[in-house]
């Protein structure tokens, strides 16, 4: 069962005003920055953003028809696994409805696979892409995402551990069946809620 106390037990380090936070997490001073490999290199002219699988129109988008999309605002909090939060961010970009209703998603689809540049993956059921907050980011607080954020797009899935939170974002796969991402293989928690401190796979509902 998902629980979302309004309160949570601060950490000792925290200061009285630190945000509510979920349990076992703390606010990182600074935004960190956490990744795989290298940060890759954008090509406007060569990048292309897919959409396929369970869908009956699969898209290939350049980054001019990407950014031509109809753009939505959100908060969402990134929580890293490893206890640093970043929250308070204004994000700006897509909705993932966008991209399904102009793939046309199949009734089959159940679960989506995000693919990051370089073959990094996180995957999700549909319903918590499409019903929690989730943003395919292009902006944070009113700028443009920095490279080593995740430009051009980054995934941002709230209440999700953040390695869900795909940067450098090049596609969504529609899937009957779930497919465990880059972490999720790793032994970390395929459900990945927050508020549950679903953080390995022990944790979760696995
Ligand atoms: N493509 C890609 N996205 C990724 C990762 C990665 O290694 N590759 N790491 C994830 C992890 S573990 C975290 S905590 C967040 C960190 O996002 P930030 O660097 O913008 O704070 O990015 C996530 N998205
Ligand atoms: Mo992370």
């Given at each position: 069962m998902i629980s979302r106390?309004?309160?949570?037990r601060k950490p000792a380090l925290l200061d009285a005003d630190a945000p509510n936070l979920p349990p076992?997490?703390?606010?990182?001073?600074?935004?960190?920055?956490?990744?795989?490999?290298?940060v890759p290199p954008f090509d406007p002219a060569t990048w292309d953003f897919r959409v396929?699988?369970?869908?009956?129109r699969p898209l290939r988008l350049s980054w001019s028809e990407f950014s031509a999309l109809p753009e939505v605002e959100r908060a969402g909090d990134l929580h890293c696994v490893n206890r640093w939060s970043k929250p308070d961010n204004r994000w700006r970009g897509i909705?993932?409805?966008?991209?399904?209703?102009m793939a046309v998603s199949r009734a089959a689809a159940r679960y989506v696979v995000l693919h990051g540049?370089?073959?990094?993956?996180?995957?999700?059921?549909?319903e918590a892409f499409m019903t929690t907050g989730?943003?395919?980011?292009?902006?944070?607080?009113?700028?443009?995402?920095?490279?080593?954020?995740?430009?051009?797009?980054r995934a941002v899935v709230p209440h999700r551990y953040a390695w869900k939170s795909v940067k450098?974002?090049?596609g969504v796969e529609f899937l009957a069946e779930d497919r465990p991402g880059f972490w999720e293989g790793f032994g970390f928690s395929n459900s990945a809620e927050v508020w549950n401190e679903e953080r390995f796979a022990s944790s979760g509902r696995d």
């Amino acid at each position: 069962m998902i629980s979302r106390p309004r309160t949570v037990r601060k950490p000792a380090l925290l200061d009285a005003d630190a945000p509510n936070l979920p349990p076992g997490q703390f606010p990182a001073k600074r935004w960190t920055v956490l990744h795989q490999g290298a940060v890759p290199p954008f090509d406007p002219a060569t990048w292309d953003f897919r959409v396929w699988g369970l869908v009956d129109r699969p898209l290939r988008l350049s980054w001019s028809e990407f950014s031509a999309l109809p753009e939505v605002e959100r908060a969402g909090d990134l929580h890293c696994v490893n206890r640093w939060s970043k929250p308070d961010n204004r994000w700006r970009g897509i909705d993932p409805g966008e991209l399904a209703r102009m793939a046309v998603s199949r009734a089959a689809a159940r679960y989506v696979v995000l693919h990051g540049e370089g073959g990094y993956t996180a995957n999700l059921p549909l319903e918590a892409f499409m019903t929690t907050g989730a943003i395919l980011a292009t902006h944070h607080d009113g700028q443009p995402l920095t490279s080593e954020h995740g430009a051009p797009v980054r995934a941002v899935v709230p209440h999700r551990y953040a390695w869900k939170s795909v940067k450098w974002l090049r596609g969504v796969e529609f899937l009957a069946e779930d497919r465990p991402g880059f972490w999720e293989g790793f032994g970390f928690s395929n459900s990945a809620e927050v508020w549950n401190e679903e953080r390995f796979a022990s944790s979760g509902r696995d």
